[in-house]
Nanobody
Framework: QVQLQESGPGLVKPSQTLSLTCTVS??????????WKWLRQPPGKALEWMGT???????YYSPSLKSRTSISRDTSKNQFTLQLRSVTPEDTAVYYC?????????????RGQGTQVTVSS
């Protein structure tokens, strides 16, 4: 059974970079043909797809976040990471890492429990 766990700071100051890591167990992030995603849900809003790193290492980003987002991976640790630059209070949300079979949407078959990130000075 695949399990995902997000980790990172819960509080980030405006203009700084938010960095989160997803540790995957029970399956490899290089297994064909899965997508490994970052999703977020701001308070009172819908779940939003942020970006994906495929089993091959190819990355895809939401157009609205592309200029501020980077996703990378460490296959030796079976982890993938999110960096969101120049954060504002509007980036406050519960952030999830997830696995899916599609590329650029918020669907998933396994998801972490989520981590609250608050952007505030």
């Amino acid at each position: 059974q695949v399990q995902l766990q997000e980790s990172g700071p819960g509080l980030v100051k405006p203009s700084q970079t938010l960095s989160l890591t997803c540790t995957v167990s029970g399956g490899s992030i290089t297994t064909n043909f899965y997508s490994w995603k970052w999703l977020r849900q701001p308070p009172g809003k819908a779940l939003e797809w942020m970006g994906t790193i495929r089993y091959s290492g190819v990355t895809y980003y939401s157009p609205s976040l592309k200029s501020r987002t980077s996703i990378s991976r460490d296959t030796s640790k079976n982890q993938f990471t999110l960096q969101l630059r120049s954060v504002t209070p509007e980036d406050t949300a519960v952030y999830y890492c997830a696995r899916g079979s599609t590329i650029a949407d918020d669907t998933w078959d396994h998801r972490g429990q989520g981590t609250q990130v608050t952007v505030s000075s």
